[in-house]
Every structure is written in C-alpha cells, then in structure tokens.
C-alpha cells in the first residue's frame, strides 16, 4: 500500500518555482503568433497536458470568467493562473510577459510602417502575409473550437453570435442575450451548457481539484480593497493627469479616454476588443483609414501575444500625425505606450481583484451556464472578425449595404484579387495539411508576396 501511494505522489505536479513559470509565460507569449485560439491552445497543452499545473476543469472554468470581462481574455487568463501560483507577483509576472514582446515587436512595426508603409516593399509584404494570416486564423478557430464547442448547444450559440455580429449588432447585446440564454438554460435545468471534465483533476499546487487551497486565494475585505485601490489609481493616474494639465483637446488626453473606454466597454474577449477599437479610430476619431485598420490587424497577427495589441499602433498613428511641438516618432512612441497602458492596465485590475472568487464559483452550476454560453458568443464574434479579415484580403473593394435595418459588409465582386485567393489556399494546406507553424507560414508567404511585386505579376 505504501508503494503504491508513493507512485501516485510522484505523479501528481508540485508547485512550480517562480523561474519556471517565468519560462513557462515567456514560452506562451512567444508562441503566441496568430490570435487568441493559438495562445488557449498552447496554454492548454503546457499548463494542463504537459506541466498539470492546473486542471482541465478549473482552466476552462476561469477562461469562461475571463472572456466575460473586458479585454484580452488569454492574458487575463495568464494573470490567474500566476497569481493562483505565486500570489500577485506571479500574476503581474505572468500577464506583463504575456504581453512585453508584443509591444516591444509592434513599436518595431510602427516605425516601420510610418517609414514605408507605402513603399512597394511594404505593399509586397502586405501583399503576401494578409491571405497567410488568414489562414493562420481559420486553423486556429478550428482548433479552439475543439475545446471550446463542446455541445450543439454551445455551436448554436456561437452560430447565432456570429450571424449577429455580421449584420452589426453591437458586441454587448450579443454578449448580454448569449448571457441571458445561460441563465434560462441554467433556471431550466438543462446540462446543454456544461463542459464534460476529461482530464485529470490534478491542479497546479499538486493537489486535488476539490481540495482547498491556500489562504490567498479566498476572498478577504483587505485583499479586495487593497487590489481596487491599488490599481485603479495606476490605471487613472495618466488620463487624470493629461486632463489637468492639457485639458480634453489634447491628443494624448483623446488617446487615454479612447482606449480607457475601449478596455471598459469591449467585452467578448481579444477580437470583440479590436472591433470597438476599430470602431473607435476609424468611424469616430478618423485617427486611421479602414484599409490601414486592416494593416493594423495583420500587423498585429504577426507579434507574439495578444491581437489586442493593435491599440498601440492605433495611438502610435494618432498621436503621430497629430505631433505638435515633438518629433512626429517620440509623439508616436508615447502615444502607442500610452494606448497600450490603458488598454491593458486594466487586465490586472479586473483579475486580481475578483481572482479570489473564481474558486469558491467554480461548482455553481447556474452561473457557469451563463458563462459558457458568453464563452460560445465569443467564439462566434472570432468567427465574424475572421470573416471581416478575409472579405477585405480576397477583394479590394467593399461596400456597406443594408437590409431593413441590418447592415453588413457586401465585396465587390470584380475587385475579386486572385493572388491574394492563390496564397490563402496555399497557406490553408500548409497549416492544416502540414502542420506548418505560423511563423514559417508568414514568413514564407510575405516572401512569395514580394517575388510577385518584385517580376511584376502583382501590386
């Protein structure tokens, strides 16, 4: 008997130390190319499959949590299961190097891009890693979707979400109908919405599932205010201080409230976050052009990290083209810095203020139907978002049009581009097919994209 629960002990995961986890984060941030389905995927399988730090069953539990909050749901995702390991230094580690490279590799895009954006080689490399990226998104869906839709109940919804998405209906309604359907399933009694539990009930403190855990992850008054306090003051600091001293006309007071707004009001996980924005830089404030916007998405398949990252380019171009008294690229640098503290400061006052009381929810059946199903509406608005992508990389022109009072994008079918079609097609089976990584397949396809520009068969 002695044996045999020695063997079992040595199965189980200990707590991993505070320079693993730094290995583990910086690993999940760098393989992160491709949006938010390729990051759940490599977490799953390094922090459940590979190191059972944490449960299948508590992973999805706070996933569903997480994409029902504002902002990037994978590095919300990160900031809980780091500070469920190292308390808030583990989660400030883990959702700041979830999105460090990003920033760093995106500040790297901007200047670029303002430097030769509208060169032919700029143009050649759009030309080619636009249709890869789509590519890279679909595989992604596919395979987040695998471990998201894990009932017809959960396709339904996602199918509805989408639908609605695509003829324009706000992100919020969808996110607040595809809520109360949760809470009607979960009245009725229905099991529909519930995710089966197929792995081991291990978590990432070598304990059970349904064991306790340590003291600071239950709920305390002195934890809760101490968490609001804290960061909601870093939060606010720069757009209260930008108000006081430039007044609201100021273009770095513009960008702090936008994208204060943007990490507020964007629920629905990353892409539901760079919808708004969108909505935002181009329909409100013309900050960018809805082509640039598309630049802007590519731009921000191509980093490591969160999509959501594209904010930073948006008031990167803002305050560039707005630069004042500074040199177009320092006012461009501090108005991407500044976009990005806004949008992503958030992430660790949200998850590190209610963190505590995710665990104690995680067998109340009633409102984790409701969070699969904002989880399922989610996955729905990916979809829509993948759509809008590859509508605008596969034709050159698109129209709005109208139907009663739904309105939704209609291409125009002789701007059809059939290099772009060749390179999606081509992308799709070396992704699908051959499980080419995303980086190799952008890479190669933005090379192909300047061979066609460079012998004159594209531009």
Request: with cysteine; net charge neutral.
């Amino acid at each position: 008997m002695d044996s045999i629960v020695q063997s079992s002990a040595v199965s189980v995961a200990g707590p991993a130390s505070l320079r693993e986890a730094f290995a583990v984060w910086t690993r999940v941030s760098l393989a992160g190319i491709g949006g938010p389905a390729i990051q759940i995927s490599t977490m799953h399988r390094l922090l459940v499959q590979r190191k059972r730090w944490i449960s299948e069953e508590r992973f999805f539990h706070a996933f569903s949590y997480c994409i029902a909050l504002p902002g990037p749901e994978m590095q919300q995702l990160a900031i809980y299961v780091g500070w469920l390991a190292h308390r808030m230094i583990g989660g400030i580690t883990a959702g700041g190097l979830f999105i460090l490279p990003g920033v760093v590799c995106m500040m790297a895009l901007c200047f670029g891009y303002v430097a030769g954006a509208e060169s032919s080689i700029g143009q050649a490399i759009f030309l080619g890693i636009k249709p890869a990226i789509l590519a890279v998104m679909i595989e992604a869906i596919l395979r987040f979707g695998r471990h998201v839709l894990h009932s017809k109940w959960m396709v339904g919804l996602a199918g509805a979400a989408f639908v609605a998405a695509f003829f324009k209906v706000p992100f919020l309604i969808i996110v607040l109908i595809a809520a109360l359907v949760g809470v009607a399933v979960g009245l009725a009694g229905l099991s529909g919405l519930k995710r089966p539990v197929t792995a081991p009930a291990d978590d990432l403190l070598g304990r059970h599932a349904h064991a306790e855990l340590p003291d600071h992850t239950r709920p305390s008054l002195a934890q809760f205010s101490g968490s609001l306090a804290l960061w909601l003051a870093l939060w606010l600091a720069p757009p209260a201080a930008l108000v006081a001293i430039f007044g609201f006309g100021n273009i770095y007071t513009q960008i702090s409230l936008v994208f204060g707004k943007v990490a507020v009001m964007a629920i629905g996980g990353d892409y539901a976050v760079v919808a708004f924005a969108a909505q935002q830089a181009v329909d409100s404030y013309h900050w960018v052009s809805s082509r640039e916007m598309q630049e802007a998405v590519a731009m921000g398949e191509m980093v490591p990290g969160t999509i959501m990252i594209v904010t930073q380019f948006l008031g990167f171009i803002a305050a560039y083209r707005d630069a004042g008294l500074l040199p177009p690229l320092l006012a461009g640098t501090l108005g991407g810095l500044l976009a990005s503290w806004m949008t992503f400061c958030p992430c660790f006052l949200w998850m590190l203020v209610i963190a505590p009381f995710i665990e104690g929810l995680r067998h109340n059946g009633f409102l984790n139907s409701t969070l699969q199903a904002v989880t399922a509406a989610a996955v729905g608005m990916i979809i829509n978002l993948s759509v809008w992508f590859g509508i605008r990389t596969l034709f050159h022109d698109v129209a709005p049009m109208r139907l009663a009072q739904l309105e939704f994008d209609m291409p125009t079918i002789s701007s059809f581009d059939l290099w772009a079609f060749v390179l999606f097609i081509c992308a799709t089976i070396a992704v699908l097919r051959y499980k080419v990584g995303p980086a190799t397949t952008l890479i190669v396809s933005s090379a192909v994209g300047i061979a066609l520009v460079w012998f004159g068969l594209a531009g």
